[in-house]
């Protein structure tokens, strides 16, 4: 069954697609939880909802799957508000899709029942001011939490916070990389007809007599039904389309032919047939929504005729760098002058991501600045990039910049090490990060913040941090603050294990080009010793297992 | 290695306006059983002994079952009674 559950501050859509294919379902049952104004004879002007996001999105998973194996449905898509929600407006929306209504209604019941058993979500009523009417403008709504937050809570904010972009059509070579955003099943069996799994002679099946009369000869793309006779034979190429049931292909060499008759050497167990729906059946699901589409994945759409799959859009990425002491890496740089290095990473971090990136470099003048930049331009970028110079705080430039442009900063300080001064700002289905000038944390930003934010307008759940034990002891000055510690990790032993990179400063450059791996190491953990399992978040274009 | 045990402890809806944040964290020399680990937050908030009978612990971000053990690097959540949906 597909699940998509997300956690979200803004509003509901006005309409979700079903979580299936035209023609996959018979039932599409939908729900949605509307904020009353009046609870308990008192009045309300909003409910403000908290989660404990990672909780919340696992707790409700877990529950659909639970109640799936009672009342088997194809889809379920789950979305919860988060924050204040007005009067009037949905705080949660359920759309169930499944062959027959029954099962849709009996999950859809259950689940709302559990939900509000178990699943990590409060409520608390907001009270309409005294002597004004409850509406949507007499709400004062939370205060964005715009300071420091930990690296989980800035994982949750930008995974409940960035929306996946809506899906388009896109030909099957504009495909690969992206992501599924439909169940696309096998539009009719496959093979579609009983074939031949050997060149030799197809009889009856339960014809065991030691010669047979060769009545026709069928080649692959052959199809000429007919049915056989005891003492009958057809000559049959691997894959031709056989005439009729009940048949079974003896091998080649297994017969002795004499021209328009065989003579059977030896009569095998096996049918030497590929039945017809045996790959797979009409109406399975041949490629889940949510599946990054490689090439196997294409081949299969392919080969079901799926040439125009609905998949999510490249997300258009405007990076810009900030900083005058930065020269462009073709120019010799001047006493107190260094080359960019931040232009030619984030390029090649995006190589795996299939978007579409323009970059340009932003003066240090705040209002020079502003006035290079392109507003209309810039309303149709999906994810804006701004990276801040090494002498130009990113705060100091990068969140008035983002503010100006209209972005609600959600936080703009990580409690991690390196990146802290990340900014993550929101502007409707817009992202926006400023990302701290140096190259270690940008690349660590990229990895933890930027690729989940991509992951999520593609409509993934985004990566996630994995486990393997360290080839090597970490021995560092405890930090209050997590640390991602650059790492590379190898199989040379038959087994991955995680070689901790040096690095002295969050300028460090030299570690990059190993670095595949970011290891996990917990606040005020000084030494982790040789063979300690830690969790580790792969790095861009890293293979996983 | 470190020999002592440091887990992170979430605090949730009326629970926050109770110890007036959001998380703290707990040192300990060993792994903590469940009263363990309330013996060690009450002494820090006793207001929360109102609340222990409704709460329900989570560890990692699943119900913690009866007998688990909190340990070094987990994620420990103090959650009142929800009221989702």
Redesign the interface.
Known sequence: MKIEVQLTGSPLAESYSPLSTVGAHGAFVEFR?IIRGEERGQPVAALE????A???L?EIRRLLESIAERHPCLGVRVV?RTGAVPVGEA??YIGVVSLHRAEAIALLGEF?DR??????????RMVPVAGTVPSKTAISAPKPRAGAC?L?GALAEIRSRCQPLPAVPAPLAEAFGRVLRETVCAPEDMPPFDRSARDGYAILSTDAAGHFQVVDTLDAADWRPRSLQPGQAVRVATGSALPCGGLRVVMQEHVEREGSRIRVLEHEHASNIRLRGEDMQAGQPLVQAGARLNAGALALLGAAGCVQPLVSPRPRVAHFTTGDELVSPQQTPKPGQIRDSNSTLIRGLLQNVPCDLEQNHLTEDFETAWRQLDPKRLAKVDLLLVSGGASVGAKDFSRPLLERLGFEIIFSQVNVRPGKPLIFGINGRRVAFGLPGNPLAHFVCFHFAVALALARLAGESGPVFLRAPLAAKLEDEPCPRETLWPAHLEWNSGAPRLHPMVWASSGDLSCLPAANTLIRV????????AG?EVDFLPAAGMVCP | ??SHS?MRV?F??QLKDVTGCE?V?IFSSSPLDRDGLWAALLEKFPGLAAHRPAVRL?RN???AAPDALFAH?D?V?L??P????
């Open positions: 939880g909802y908290e989660t404990y990672e909780m919340a696992r919860h705080a949660v709302l939900l509000k058993q178990s699943v990590p979500i409060w409520k608390r930990s989980d917990p606040a005020n953990q000084a030494i982790l010793e300690t | 290695m470190n440091l979430l949730f809806a998380a964290e989570a971000c699943e119900y690097g994620e959540a959650l009142p929800v009221s989702g949906g």
